[in-house]
């Protein structure tokens, strides 16, 4: 069983940035994907970012031009930088690794964005 630690959640002012950090217990290239996703309450779970394991990202258009997705493989773990942060960014943030069609999720960290 692949277990994904996810960490960096906060509170933060509308405009700011935070930084968030998935460490998985298996190398990240066993993954053909690591995602990002987020949900806020009373909606579905959606993809904010993923990066494929040939370092290929995509990203969600609500998020375009203001978070990256990003890996250090020294360190095997997966960034989400998030700057100009809006208050609909507040959410869960769950971190994903995808292999053969089968997705391990992380624990979650919350990430409020105050007006």
């Known amino acids: 069983q692949v277990h994904l630690v996810e960490s960096g959640g906060g509170l933060v002012q509308a405009g700011g940035s935070l930084r968030l950090s998935c460490v998985p217990s298996?190398?990240?290239?066993?993954?053909?994907?690591m995602e990002w996703f987020r949900q806020a309450p009373g909606n579905q779970r959606e993809l904010v970012a993923e990066?494929?394991?040939?370092?290929?990202?995509n990203y969600a258009d609500s998020v375009k031009g203001r978070f990256t997705i990003s890996r250090d493989v020294a360190k095997n773990t997966v960034y989400l930088q998030m700057n100009s942060l809006k208050p609909e960014d507040t959410a869960v943030y769950y971190c994903?690794?995808?292999?053969?069609?089968?997705?391990?999720w992380g624990q979650g960290t919350q990430v409020t964005v105050s007006s």
């Open positions: 990066i494929t394991s040939g370092g290929s990202t």
């Open positions: 994903a690794g995808s292999r053969l069609g089968v997705r391990s």
């Open positions: 298996r190398s990240i290239f066993r993954f053909n994907a």
